[in-house]
Nanobody, 123 residues
Framework: QVQLVESGGGLVQPGDSVSLSCAAS????????TAWFRQAPGKEREFVAV???????SYADSVKGRFTITRDNAKNTVYLRMNSLKPEDTAVYYC?????????????????WGQGTQVTVSS
């Protein structure tokens, strides 16, 4: 079993950048499919980015070219670097890990979740 704890985020202005961290304990994060999801008020939790065990990445169209998912195996931590932030990026961001690979963009595929961290983009 793996435990995930997110950090980072906060209140930023449109166009700003911010990095989120997801520290794992209990198991090696590189053994899992790791992803970021987000949930805006009144909306469903949606896929943002994913990194496979071998480091291959995939992104939602809405963040492609602006967000980058990376992993530091030595720190057992996955990151989400978010550039050129927009008000519509405002959400609670969740880190997730999956043992299986049935659907990388479906939240149902993920076994473990962090508690979430708020990102608010507003002027």
């Amino acid at each position: 079993q793996v435990q995930l704890v997110e950090s980072g985020g906060g209140l930023v202005q449109p166009g700003d950048s911010v990095s989120l961290s997801c520290a794992a304990s209990g198991r090696t994060l590189s053994s899992y499919l790791t992803a970021w999801f987000r949930q805006a008020p009144g909306k469903e939790r949606e896929f943002v980015a994913v990194m496979g065990r071998l480091g291959i990445t995939s992104y939602a169209d809405s963040v492609k070219g602006r967000f980058t998912i990376t992993r530091d195996n030595a720190k057992n931590t996955v990151y989400l670097r978010m550039n050129s932030l927009k008000p519509e990026d405002t959400a609670v961001y969740y880190c997730a890990a999956a043992s299986g690979v049935s659907s990388i963009t479906s939240r149902d595929n993920y076994d473990y979740w962090g508690q979430g961290t708020q990102v608010t983009v507003s002027s």
